[in-house]
């Protein structure tokens, strides 16, 4: 008899004393609003935890050269050569994350109309081709490179043969209201690393520059995935070697996404279990019928139910 | 005057539903790595359900405050449930 009680939590049932057809108790609208204020409870203790002691949730630590170590086995699984330290690419990253953060944007092109390659001819670095890959928030450095590899743009940043030499920041920071991690990638060929019959032929031409297409996508400032710049190819040729130059960060509260995801996951699912149930239980009772309303809740928890297992760590642009 | 409206009036409402959603399955889907986009599909989506609940139950004379709370609560943990994950 109890065990049968405690099934009314779960699926939906009948009282022969009121003859009356109610839904599983844990579906009702107490038991819906416990729901929130769980999910209150925990998006102001995840908010109190990292404002005093953000340690709590895990830290990890990852610099420059492990990224551009990944980038490098990413490029030998393909044939490629791997790519050198600069620590004039390495200087325009580390000039672009602080102008990043200072600013406060999250964008190739800076609010005031400042490109990636201001950045790298500002350092001294003459280019035939540069790119840039942008990352943040990510808690891990085989994060950051899987997901420039899943995005068709950034991957192909990654594999241009036609790129040399590479430069890494990894900071801390605040940027757009968000305390996190954000990762610089550039790339070069210098003018220099270019064979002599190959630069001859380049000569004609002018250097050229790339930013991922999402760049476009989101609405930035600028409205080309790959730009042509303007540069004096016969100036002075800066093709510093490979340096030691490696930036390190912290990520604080690393572990609080896993930690969110399943905690989400499991909720909304058992919501969503409980309305799946409930149309099973009516679509075999006769006497029962579906309520309209069960099947647009199922619908949305659905739809959540897949953003939340699609979620990813961490954004690249 | 309660009069129950008919089962194809339920499937087409339902079908419209369910369309909106499936387009925002793929939003979410080609936004990854962008989690402000996705939540900002999300949050579109919960709108959308929001709305098509009161219009819906309107049509079909069943609305009542006890349904649309209903609504706002489901609506609400999905827009919490996104916030934590996206957002925080």
């Known amino acids: 008899m109890s065990a049968k009680k405690f099934a009314h939590h779960f699926i939906p049932h009948h009282h022969p004393e009121t003859d009356e057809h109610h839904r599983a108790h844990a579906l009702s609208h107490g038991a819906l609003l416990g729901y929130v204020l769980v999910f209150c409870l925990t998006i102001g203790g995840f908010y109190f935890v990292r404002t005093t002691a953000p340690q709590i949730l895990g830290t990890a630590q990852y610099t420059a050269e492990q990224i551009i170590e990944l980038t490098n086995v990413k490029r030998a699984e393909e044939g490629l050569s791997p790519l050198k330290q600069n620590s004039l690419l390495a200087a325009a990253a580390a000039a672009k994350s602080v102008d990043m953060h200072s600013n406060n944007y999250w964008a190739h092109y800076s609010p005031q109309g400042k490109s990636p390659w201001n950045f790298i001819s500002s350092v001294g670095y003459r280019y035939i081709y540069a790119g840039e890959n942008l990352a943040r928030d990510f808690a891990d450095p085989q994060a950051v490179v899987n997901a420039w590899m899943a995005s068709s743009t950034h991957r192909s940043n990654v594999l241009d043969k036609n790129f040399k030499e590479i430069g890494v920041s990894v900071s801390n920071g605040s940027l757009t209201g968000t305390e996190g991690v954000l990762v610089v990638q550039m790339f070069g060929s210098a003018v220099s690393a270019v064979p002599t019959e190959s630069a001859s032929s380049q000569e004609a031409s002018e250097p050229l520059a790339q930013v991922p297409a999402e760049t476009e996508a989101q609405g930035e400032s600028t409205s080309e995935n790959s730009e042509v710049k303007s540069q004096d190819l016969t100036e002075s040729q800066n093709s510093a070697t490979s340096s030691t130059d490696s930036e390190s960060a912290t990520v604080l509260a690393s572990r609080q996404f896993s930690i969110s995801k399943f905690m989400s996951l499991a909720l909304v699912g058992f919501v969503f279990m409980l309305f799946a149930i409930e149309v099973a239980v009516a679509s075999k009772k006769s006497h029962l019928s579906v309520r309209s309303s069960t099947l647009a809740h199922l619908g949305l928890l659905g739809l959540v139910l897949f953003a939340l297992w699609y979620a990813v760590q961490g954004s690249v642009i | ?88």
């Open chain 2, 1 to 88: 005057m309660n009069k129950r409206p008919n089962k194809s009036f339920d499937n087409i409402w339902h079908f419209v539903l369910y369309l909106g959603f499936a387009i925002g399955l793929v939003g979410i889907y080609f936004s990854k790595f962008d989690a402000r986009r996705q939540f900002t599909v999300l949050l579109l989506m919960i709108a959308y359900y929001l709305i098509w609940g009161f219009v819906f139950h309107h049509l079909r004379r069943d609305a009542t405050r006890w349904l649309m709370f209903e609504y706002l609560l489901i609506g609400l943990i999905g827009l919490l449930a996104g916030f934590l994950i996206f957002l925080l």
